[in-house]
Antibody
Framework: EVQLAESGGGLVQPGGSLRLSCAASGFTFSSYWMHWVRQTPGKGLVWVSRINGDGSSTSYADSVKGRLTISRDNAKNTLYLQMNSLRAEDTAVYYC?????????????WGQGTLVIVSS | EIVLTQSPDFQSVTPKEKVTITCRASQSIGSSLHWYQQKPDQSPKLLIKYASQSLSGVPSRFSGSGSGTDFTLTINSLETEDAATYYCHQSRTLPLTFGGGTKVEIK
């Protein structure tokens, strides 16, 4: 069974840092592009970042470019999101998600999400 | 950025009724449009991919159609378990984008 389990969320002050992790199981992790998508409580879904299977290609939403960094460790089947210079508007549930294909396919599996709250 | 506009924002429907949700893209995205269902306190679930392709395990009452800029998700004979928010999503170009969602409530 495909499973994605996020961790690392919590309360952080503006300007602070946090690192999210996503443990993957049930599939060949290194074969899949992976994404981070966030959702503000009560609001819609916003794409944050993606990374290809070997980690050589990454993309970001303009709102997070230069502050958030996506990476992966295929030996550990784990996806990461390093979050620096956090702002109040980064407050959201962060989902780790798997893409079905090579960079242009739908997201077909989501984790349960981890809540990040940026507040003083 | 491709903007996806869903309508309606909210729909209150009685069981067994037919539900139609539309998603309009600000520019052509071919068939790279996918539909998700999100129930309260759950993560999204892929319902329809590439505008009209059904998925294993998804009830046959869910169907999708459209191409280019105009897309439709149809739920035939709504069941109480279908109460959820439905999102469209385009994977054609970066940044990937989602529609604002349509909340379906059961009367």
């Amino acid at each position: 069974e495909v499973q994605l389990a996020e961790s690392g969320g919590g309360l952080v002050q503006p300007g602070g840092s946090l690192r999210l992790s996503c443990a993957a199981s049930g599939f060949t992790f290194s074969s899949y592009w992976m994404h981070w998508v966030r959702q503000t409580p009560g609001k819609g879904l916003v794409w944050v970042s993606r990374i290809n299977g070997d980690g050589s290609s990454t993309s970001y939403a303009d709102s997070v470019k230069g502050r958030l960094t996506i990476s992966r460790d295929n030996a550990k089947n784990t996806l990461y999101l390093q979050m620096n210079s956090l702002r109040a508007e980064d407050t959201a549930v962060y989902y780790c998600a798997r893409e079905q294909g090579g960079g242009i396919a739908p997201i077909d599996c989501w984790g349960q999400g981890t809540l990040v709250i940026v507040s003083s | 950025e491709i903007v996806l506009t869903q309508s309606p924002d909210f729909q209150s429907v009685t069981p067994k009724e037919k539900v139609t949700i539309t998603c309009r893209a600000s520019q052509s995205i071919g068939s790279s449009l996918h539909w998700y269902q999100q129930k309260p306190d759950q993560s999204p679930k892929l319902l329809i991919k590439y505008a009209s392709q059904s998925l294993s395990g998804v009830p046959s009452r869910f169907s999708g159609s459209g191409s280019g800029t105009d897309f439709t998700l149809t739920i035939n004979s709504l069941e109480t378990e279908d109460a959820a928010t439905y999102y469209c999503h385009q994977s054609r170009t970066l940044p990937l984008t989602f529609g604002g969602g349509t909340k379906v409530e059961i009367k």
